[in-house]
């Protein structure tokens, strides 16, 4: 039964959170793939207004939900969601509900101007594990993304400190005359993505397969005398000053 109390003029790309419904219902047929008739029969009341559904469709990323084309808005039961996903939610952070997944892709449920928490997935083959970038973007103002890229530029000539480092740093004032705060910090990844040159920084080097190295066995006859003796050219290049051996086969 779903009790949220639907109005037109909700976008058409938008996914609503809904505390107050018990099932997952979409109206937008591009968000949804395999639609079909289902076995069972949902029957909605939303206020005053009966619906029967008989179609259900594939959400990608997520499961099955109901398909209704007459309704007004594509709604996620948030009791469902935290069924098959981590959910989050701080109201001091400002940062709306976090559905996170084992792959670490979120989704950013914003609250609308009505109320109503939602998230903008403009692009259709976007689904409820990833964001687009014109969605995050258009989640925050400009001055926030504007601060977003302080936060970044500050961060990679410091360092590029761990965030919870970061915080500690603005708050004790330990960067002088520093223009950004600890709520610029925290969104600064939801809106710009992690910090590549932290990551590559950070990232230890994994172990690389062992080389086979085949036999000239499996190698054309032809091939065999024509280059069975093989003559290389080899020098030694230096890159910054580190040494490197070239070599350069002839006639191959």
């Not at 939900?65 to 109201?91: C, F, M």
């Not at 890229?149 to 961060?155: F, G, M, T």
């Not at 910090?185 to 040159?197: A, E, F, Q, S, T």
């Amino acid at each position: 039964m779903c009790s949220l109390q639907v109005k037109a003029g909700i976008p058409v790309s938008w996914i609503l959170l809904d505390s107050q419904s018990t099932v997952d219902v979409f109206s937008n047929k591009k968000l949804l793939t395999n639609i079909g008739d289902s076995k069972r029969t949902l029957i909605l009341f939303c206020n005053t207004r009966k619906a029967i559904i008989t179609q259900k469709g594939d959400l990608k990323g997520y499961d099955s939900v109901w398909y209704y084309p007459q309704g007004n808005a594509n709604i996620l039961s948030l009791r469902n969601v935290e069924e098959k996903h981590k959910v989050t939610y701080d109201s001091s952070m400002k940062t709306g509900f976090m559905v996170h997944k084992a792959d670490g892709n979120n989704l950013v449920f914003m609250p609308s101007k009505r109320g109503l928490y939602f998230s903008d997935v403009t692009n259709y083959t976007a689904h409820v594990v990833t964001n687009t970038a014109d969605s995050i973007k258009n989640k925050y103002t400009v001055k926030e993304y504007a601060n977003a890229h302080k936060v970044r530029y500050i961060q990679d000539i410091i360092g590029r400190p761990a965030t919870k480092d970061y915080i500690e740093y603005v708050e004790k004032g330990l960067i002088p005359i520093c223009p950004v705060t600890k709520q610029d910090i925290l969104r600064v990844k939801d809106m710009l993505g992690p910090n590549l040159g932290s990551v590559k920084g950070k990232t230890t080097r994994k172990t690389p397969e062992r080389v086979t190295i085949n036999t000239l066995d499996n190698l054309p006859n032809g091939m065999l005398e024509a280059h069975g003796n093989v003559t290389l050219a080899t020098d030694i290049m230096y890159i910054n000053k580190i040494p490197f051996i070239i070599t350069l086969s002839r006639a191959i």
